[in-house]
């Protein structure tokens, strides 16, 4: 089986805080003892029908407790997720139409279970239950906190003390996901370091609803996006996609800097710490060049959401572009009406979201027709064919007619 301290260790691997470790250990003892299993629960809005790396370190954590007896309850908050989570929010969020959730809702499901042992997992949909809890219920949920200790909540104060609006709804959030530990019974509730407050008002409810349990809090830090500075994150374009491409996931991977490396290493590699310690111990030492151990983990990653040969095929495709300075296999066509301002055919190529960018881009050096470099803002393309580039990763052929 295993060792409770091996154990634990693990499951502390990259954590921000843990709240009721002790009852963790139980947990824990009571599977290696008796096979006695036990709940772990993690909440998910299905805001967007994809995932990105960001969001599974909590699912690869979530996939740690199911090898020591926890079997996950992956709640995805159709209720709530109509509402919109304010955590973090300057303003009311956007509420989503119920078929936008649910399409979402399954999108999450078909990319989990390549982390989650299904066997293993309850999917879960919050509406099933605060459906049928009606407006007497609600009244009820609502008698269980005051207002006082909601604005302790640091958004929320923030926002009263500015006086931008907050409305009720978003009071009622927290609540409702407190209540989801009350009805789900979970004995561990697992969230990013922005859930705190949410995540402690499971504890709070399943007492005040004696429920016979306090449920442990484990929290993740939010994963730096490519950028190194926020949290990655689609809106500001700074994310590997699970459902990318692997040749994208790769040479993404390898963008990232050396110092982040190693935070994506903790927090996404199924590497142990020591297998982790020495790869950056022989990068410390000019043993490793720091490219070759991005190798390393662009190639788990891609491996884990594609296949092994998906990772070999991406690093060779990789290589071929970066190392031999020769074109990719496979790039998107277009055929554009000339003759074409270069700026207007870069956009039209999908290689960027502007003419303003494209030029901007054209002045840093980053545009390359040919493989030669750009220099030229003005440039009119005439009849015939070539291969636009904007930057290292990307290319698209181009027709002129």
């Not at 884990?304 to 074109?327: G, M, P, V």
């Amino acid at each position: 089986m295993f060792k409770i301290e091996d154990a634990l260790k693990e499951i502390s691997r990259g954590t921000a805080e843990i709240i009721d470790e002790e009852r963790i250990e139980k947990l824990l003892t009571a599977y290696l003892d008796n096979s006695t299993n036990f709940y772990v629960k993690a909440g998910f809005d299905p805001t967007a029908p994809d995932l990105h790396l960001g969001h599974t370190v909590l699912i690869q954590k979530l996939a740690l407790f199911q090898k020591y007896g926890g079997i996950i309850q992956f709640l995805i908050g159709d209720f709530t997720g109509m509402i919109g989570d304010p955590t973090g929010k300057s303003e009311t969020r956007k509420k989503l139409d119920r078929d936008t959730v649910l399409a979402n809702a399954q999108s999450y499901k078909e990319q989990v279970f390549k982390i989650l042992d299904p066997s293993k997992t309850e999917v879960l949909f919050n509406s099933e239950w605060i459906d049928k809890l009606g407006a007497s219920g609600l009244v009820e949920l609502t008698t269980t906190f005051n207002v006082a200790r909601m604005l302790e909540r640091e958004d929320f104060e923030k926002r009263y003390k500015s006086q931008t609006p907050i409305s009720i709804s978003e009071f009622l959030y927290p609540l409702l996901q407190g209540y989801d530990s009350v009805v789900l019974k979970s004995d561990i509730e697992l969230g990013g370091t922005d859930q705190k407050f949410n995540l402690l008002m499971g504890r709070t409810l399943q007492r005040s609803y004696q429920v016979g349990k306090e449920q442990a809090v484990l929290m993740m830090p939010l994963l730096e996006g490519l950028d190194g500075v926020n949290k990655m994150s689609k809106s500001l374009n700074n994310y590997i996609g699970v459902t990318e491409a692997p040749n994208t996931m790769f040479g993404k991977v390898l963008s990232v800097s050396d110092d982040l490396m190693w935070r994506y290493y903790e927090l996404l590699s199924t590497k142990s710490l020591e297998e982790i310690a020495q790869l950056k111990s022989a990068v410390e030492h000019g043993e490793m060049h720091p490219k070759h151990a991005k190798e390393e983990l662009a190639m788990e990653i891609i491996a884990r959401y594609h296949d092994a040969q998906s990772a070999t095929n991406a690093k060779a495709e990789f290589d071929k572009i970066h190392k031999q300075n020769e074109l990719p296999t496979d790039m998107p066509s277009f055929t554009l009406e000339g003759p074409i301002w270069i700026a207007k055919a870069l956009v039209d190529a999908k290689l960027e979201s502007s003419t303003s960018q494209a030029r901007r881009d054209i002045k840093q050096g980053a545009v390359k027709i040919d493989q030669v470099k750009v220099e030229d803002e003005q440039l009119q393309l005439q009849n015939g064919t070539y291969v636009l580039q904007v930057g290292k990763r990307k290319f698209a052929s181009v027709k002129v007619s």
